[in-house]
């Protein structure tokens, strides 16, 4: 979105792809049916990028104004629907690829802040948001605590990428200075974070009532 | 909204009073407050148009607008939590109201999201937005998954209609054949849901956890 | 944000900081991580903000133009996930705070909303959803049903508060006319309800299922 070039475009789609076939699979193991697969793969898979353009005033969000980033989710929402057990089974595999799409949205969300004029702080939150956003929907529309909260390390990555984005871009640097390094930050941390199981720190002591 | 004639207000403000009862009588079942079944009764008939004016930029929505459209829906919400063991005793026909508001409000979201230069496919699916999504804010705010993505054949209708209505006002026809027929399907396809319990597919086989 | 005078900043951001410490201390409650308690801290300390500021279209929501928006309830997170078990032993005061931002948040949220053109019923209801939409976000993004709906008498004295400064700001009185009796009625009733176990009617009679 923050540029045209075709490797974009195709890139940005397959992290919708991905994300969509996380939140079908949850669709799935909530015993919805199609159309709930279908709403939740959307919601997952272009979440992000909603909540990112309706803050920073982008509407109609991209996802409305161009039916590739619609038919992507759908597809993948039909695709879950249909093979869930093969899909839920590789389970580790999209993971990887949920990281990279992860990394993906983050520098894009961030750069696209930018361009609408926000300051550094807010724009790397928000390409924190547009990277962990989908998740947060999906797991509100199912029903369950977003398990970006509590079970996964998978928002601080997400911000790191985001902050590097924002930071070079604030130095001037070639647009693959930018890019590369902040998806690789958070594209490597996360999956460190997954081989490893890695997790955020919890509270310490017993919790008053 | 998309005409000022008083039939179309009348009939929207209809649909806002029997989505509203929808959503009372899910906040009395869970044991609200006063406050509590005016909120939800208020999301429920307004929600889906809130949705859909957000996301293609049609601020302030139309409801905070047009005092007409929270004086429903707070009456609507204060008749359910008088008389709701009346309504919850006749909500067979308080169904059938409501799938006359979805067939009316899919067909006046999808072609809202028109107006406001959205294409035919967004357009469409914000239509169906329009329709269910009053129901899905007010399962959300009540704690549970929302009964459209697993229990009852409802979106499907809605995106029918929504269609219908798209596919016409761009083949020029005129606003009778545009709208009438839209909510025709809606409505009848739902109502025949409703009558036969249809349900729409899940997925089949044991989900891998 | 309706005034740059040095004194509503630090009240604002004083009231940012008691939300945030609410949400912080659910956040613990529920045994989420650092990254999760800071994220509950922040929705429940601009959640409200948030809400108006797309409703009435003020994008980016002031929080995201100004970084002291987004550090004070990242500071209150930060302080929640470490001082816990006092703070948590200091709700009774915590919730006095509370009531004190919610008197503030309900006038302002208002204003705002008539800055932008709203008529009174809507603005007065924009104040309400600004000083109460925090906690609704707090509760939605843990879990539970908004506790604003069931549990305490919270959303009336907010509603209260933002129509006495609708009201009086239509009848052009000075600026001390129009917020401090709004602020206080809030404050006051909030108190009382607090100190006196006040809560809203429910339904009366079982709900029929």
Chains 1, 2, 3 share one sequence.
């Not at 079908?24 to 793969?41: M, P, Q, Y």
């Amino acid at each position: 979105m923050v540029d045209d070039s075709p490797l974009l475009l195709v890139l940005e789609l397959s992290g919708i792809f991905v994300f969509a076939i996380s939140g079908g699979l949850v669709g799935v193991r909530k015993k919805l049916d199609i159309f709930g697969v279908l709403v939740l793969a959307g919601s997952t898979g272009l979440g992000g990028g909603f909540l990112r353009d309706v803050l920073i005033d982008a509407t109609p969000p991209a996802a409305l104004a161009d039916w590739r980033y619609l038919l992507v989710p759908v597809a993948a929402g039909a695709i879950t629907f249909v093979f869930h057990p093969a899909l839920g089974r590789m389970e580790r595999l999209v993971n990887i690829f949920d990281a990279a799409g992860l990394g993906l949205f983050c520098v894009t969300g961030a750069l696209k802040a930018v361009e609408y004029g926000l300051g550094p702080v807010p724009a790397a939150l928000l390409g924190m948001v547009t990277g962990i956003g989908g998740g947060m929907v999906r797991d509100l529309l199912a029903g369950r605590v977003p398990v970006v909260f509590s079970s996964e390390l998978y928002a601080t990555p997400a911000l790191a990428g985001a902050a590097w984005a924002v930071f070079a871009h604030h130095q001037d640097w070639s647009q693959a200075w930018v890019a590369l390094p902040g998806v690789a930050i958070c594209f490597g941390w996360r999956v460190l974070a997954i081989l490893r199981n890695w997790r955020a720190p919890v509270p310490s002591g017993p919790a008053s009532v």
